[in-house]
């Protein structure tokens, strides 16, 4: 991205491209993978680019954000409480009563398809 370009000039999916090779590192493989798989799972997703540099993912209202740290990529589930997670991913903001969390840290898997039943069942819950 230019020096010159502001953001409001550069697409969010470019923004977050941007993002995920700046981060030359397991933070930004992390993030490329969480987002190929909210796209695998819901294809007609939105992606933006809000608050100073976080992605966030649409479907009929928020699914989801991909911070990054020094020592965790946090996906937060905006209606994350209300969603059922049999498989126990979330592992960050539990004790709220509208939001829940996954932070992956530098040597975790992602559980593929339990992630994408959570992005699946976020988009049909922002659906109803």
């Not at 954000?65 to 946090?74: D, F, I, P, R």
Request: hydrophobic share 40%; with cysteine; proline share 3%.
């Amino acid at each position: 991205m230019k020096k010159s370009a502001t953001v409001n000039e550069v697409s969010p999916s470019r923004l977050i491209d941007a993002r995920i090779k700046e981060l030359d590192d397991w933070r930004g493989k992390m993030l490329a993978q969480v987002r190929a798989l909210i796209k695998q799972a819901a294809p007609e997703v939105v992606e933006e680019w809000k608050w100073r540099g976080v992605p966030v993912w649409y479907h009929d209202g928020m699914i989801c954000t991909g911070e990054t740290y020094k020592s965790v990529v946090k996906v937060t589930f905006a209606k994350g409480a209300a969603l059922e997670d049999p498989a126990g991913l979330f592992n960050s903001s539990l004790e709220g009563n509208t939001r829940r969390a996954i932070d992956f840290h530098e040597d975790d898997e992602i559980d593929e398809d339990a992630f994408k039943a959570l992005i699946r069942a976020a988009a049909a819950l922002n659906g109803s």
